[in-house]
């Protein structure tokens, strides 16, 4: 059986910056993967290399087998990929039901219906509410995103992408400026996603993300200086070295 | 409730050329099409984010299309109105391709350039267009045999147009579809994540707005029997884009009052002061500084805040 991703010496420049060197890596299909590394290492670059937000150089990028590097970022999602943002990217006027119901349009083809109201497609909504009860927002249903907290619309950024029933989902730092509490709220969230989908995430608070992942990739400079298990990864001097500077 | 606010606005607009003069008619007439004209731009400014300064030239190709084909050609009002909104909207099929490779400010100069070639043409092409001197002695249709040259009939003809095409634009926005515009105006990063194809949305929209303004195109020539390349100039479709911003952009009624305040100014308020524009660019100013969110949005604010403030 192929890899949920494979990615073959990828690498990206900004004018004449490099930010990808070669990135060569491998997820197994329903493997938990973890990416660190110091700011500016590339990671989120990474991502939006292998959304299509921002097109490769060079080298490949293959998703269950397939090689998407040359499609764009709605049908590398028809091919069931992912993401959150780090930066929060909902749709702020709008309720979070509807937040939910655009997300589940994007993979239907009732997304180009021009004469049947939307509010008439009962069925939609339905499962929207079904989306949000999953994540514990389904009291909020009817709130425009504006009204909500801000680990709500953390919690909401992951319903999104839950809502596409992806099998290669991103999770773009999933934690960050959540409290403790939201915090071991949302570990529990994301250790419940089923085996089915593959999970890639970056993330900075180690004590949290550590216990989420098998295997760990650093990233530095946009290249992977260490991969492997936890223990692999602490052991290796490599990594105190990218992240203490010896 | 609501339906009888509805019924109450169907019986008026009946009613009204029974009590109002052939003037009053005429100017109802011209708002109708300036309001079709404003929605159908509405649609991609207000509902698709996307500030054209080019949609006179679907008002105005569409008018030439079909006063040259009946002049020229000789053909009949059955065949060069439907020939006359589809060359229309082909067109957009070509200009919606190349304006969409920008957004935002790009997006408004490409529109506003190629509207500008069209004008230009229009103009210049004088063994096709007439020039300055505009194509003349056009005649109005009449559909199942029924003459349009009263201003009655025509005030009946136009408000039967108007009415289906902001019906059918209304279901526009309100379907699938038109919740996925919304969402690549507000996000479109994210959109595209979602399995949206941001792009072909967009054009689209730019062709269904195209093609309803071409309709506007096709009233504003039957109503004036007469075309000149004025229609297609940036004036024409700047003062499209001030109604719909001074009505309230991506709100349905915005565009229909913004496109009523403009007529109003231009032809009744003309015919008492000389410098009606100075009239209209101060009102566009008391507009912006109290209801910057358009007049629709404004009033329903401001009577909003009455309300809560009677009830204590």
Known sequence: MSSALELGDLRKSFGGLPAMNGVSLRVEAGERRLIIGPNGAGKTTLFNLITGDLERDSGSIRLFGHEVSRLKPHQRAHRGLARTYQIITLFPKDSLQHNIVLSLLGLRRMRWGTFKALARYTEVEEEAREVLKRVGLEHLSRRPIAEVAYGEKRRLEIAMALAQKPKLLLLDEPLAGLSREERAAMKDLIGRIPREVTVVMIEHDMDTALDLAERITVLHYGSVIVEGTRAEIIADPKTREVYLGD | ?312
């Open chain 2, 1 to 312: 409730m609501k339906w009888a606010r509805w019924a109450l606005l169907a019986v008026a607009l009946a009613a009204f050329p029974w009590i109002a003069g052939e003037y009053y008619i005429n100017l109802t007439s011209q708002i109708f099409i300036a309001a079709t004209f404003a929605a159908s731009l509405n649609l991609l400014v207000g509902y698709g984010g996307l500030p054209s300064l080019g949609h006179a030239s679907w008002l105005g190709l569409a008018a030439y299309l079909s006063a040259w084909m009946s002049l020229k050609l000789g053909l009949g009002h059955a065949l060069t109105a439907p020939a006359a909104l589809l060359g229309t909207t082909l067109v957009a099929c070509a200009f919606g391709w190349i304006s969409l490779r920008a957004t935002g400010l790009g997006f408004l100069m490409i529109t506003l350039a190629l509207s500008q070639v069209l004008w230009g043409t229009a103009y210049r092409w004088v063994s096709v267009t007439d020039g300055d001197n505009g194509l003349r002695g056009l005649t109005r249709p009449a559909p199942f045999g029924i003459s349009l040259d009263g201003a009655t009939s025509f005030y009946y003809f136009a408000l039967a147009v108007t009415v289906v095409a902001i019906t059918l634009m209304a279901m526009f926005v309100a379907s699938p579809f038109g919740a996925a515009l919304r969402g690549t105006r507000d996000q479109p990063r994210r959109m595209s994540a979602l399995g949206h194809d941001v792009w072909t949305v967009r054009w689209i929209t730019f062709v269904y707005s195209a093609f309803w303004g071409a309709v506007s195109g096709l009233l504003f020539v039957y109503y004036n029997k007469y075309i000149h390349p004025a229609s297609l100039s940036i004036t024409s479709s700047a003062e499209a884009l001030l109604g719909v911003i001074a009505g309230g952009s991506g709100t349905l009624a915005g565009p229909i009052v913004g496109a009523a305040i403009i007529m109003l100014l231009k032809n009744y308020v003309s015919a008492y002061i000389e410098r009606w524009n100075m009239l209209m660019g101060f009102v566009f100013v008391l507009i912006v500084i109290f209801m910057p969110e358009g007049v629709v949005p404004g009033v329903r604010r401001l009577y909003l805040r009455l309300r809560k403030w009677r009830t204590g």
